[in-house]
């Protein structure tokens, strides 16, 4: 069992930076993939980004690429994602999310059996 809390949500305008945390609990948090994932009024849950468990290897999602990056702290059973130019179209509610020894794209939240409350994006125009 492992339980996700995330952190670090707020308002800004864009343009903007945040950084997302989300502590894990338990022993082997570096047996998890590591996903985050968004989803704003009215839409469906989208993926935003994962790191694999064992080679640290990233993804992201188009919309994302090149200003978000995730990463992994496994002495702090933590993983991150820093958001750089933030838009106003990144405002969501983001989640993390784990998968045991998760494998593949890591793109799909059927992948992922834990799943943290949720922290509030909002970015002004």
């Known amino acids: 069992q492992v339980q996700l809390v995330e952190s670090g949500g707020g308002l800004v305008q864009a343009g903007g930076s945040l950084r997302l945390s989300c502590a894990a609990s338990?022993?082997?948090?570096?047996?998890?993939?590591m996903g985050w994932f968004r989803q704003a009024p009215g839409k469906e849950r989208e993926f935003v980004s994962a790191?694999?468990?064992?080679?640290?290897?990233?993804y992201y999602a188009d919309s994302v690429k090149g200003r978000f990056t995730i990463s992994r702290d496994n002495a702090k059973n933590t993983v991150y994602l820093q958001m750089n130019s933030l838009k106003p179209e990144d405002t969501a509610v983001y989640y993390c999310a784990a998968a045991y020894r998760g494998w593949g794209l890591l793109s799909s939240p059927e992948q992922y059996a834990y799943w943290g409350q949720g922290t509030q994006v909002t970015v002004s125009s």
């Open positions: 790191i694999s468990w064992s080679a640290g290897i990233t």
């Open positions: 338990g022993r082997t948090f570096s047996q998890y993939a």
